[in-house]
């Protein structure tokens, strides 16, 4: 059973920056695969960005892509998703989840099966 909390959430102008942070406990963290979803208010909850491979391969969002950046690292049993050139449209909350690496999951939600509670990304205009 792993355990994931984030953190690093907050308020933020247009064009800021954001880290979050995403802590395992409970588990081997280096056989799990990575991967960040977000919920804004009103709508599903929806695809970020990825990892598998202990950050070999790393995926995203159209909507992020060359401005969030995934990493990790083993040792710290820690994901961070850092976050440039914010705009309100990433307003949400962000939750981490954890996947079976050996299964290499992909951006759907139930190639996930423990998440975090979540941390709030508002970014004003």
């Known amino acids: 059973q792993v355990q994931l909390v984030e953190s690093g959430g907050g308020l933020v102008q247009t064009g800021g920056s954001l880290r979050l942070s995403c802590a395992a406990s409970?588990?081997?963290?280096?056989?799990?695969?990575m991967a960040w979803f977000r919920q804004a208010p009103g709508k599903e909850r929806e695809f970020v960005s990825r990892?598998?491979?202990?950050?070999?391969?790393?995926d995203y969002a159209d909507s992020v892509k060359g401005r969030f950046t995934i990493s990790r690292d083993n040792s710290k049993n820690t994901v961070w998703l850092q976050m440039n050139s914010l705009k309100p449209e990433d307003t949400a909350v962000y939750y981490c989840?954890?996947?079976?690496?050996?299964?290499?999951?992909?951006?759907?939600?139930?190639?996930?099966?423990?998440w975090g509670q979540g941390t709030q990304v508002t970014v004003s205009s």
């Open positions: 989840a954890a996947g079976a690496g050996f299964r290499q999951p992909g951006r759907g939600q139930k190639d996930y099966a423990y």
């Open positions: 990892e598998v491979w202990s950050g070999r391969f790393t």
């Open positions: 409970g588990g081997t963290f280096s056989a799990y695969a």
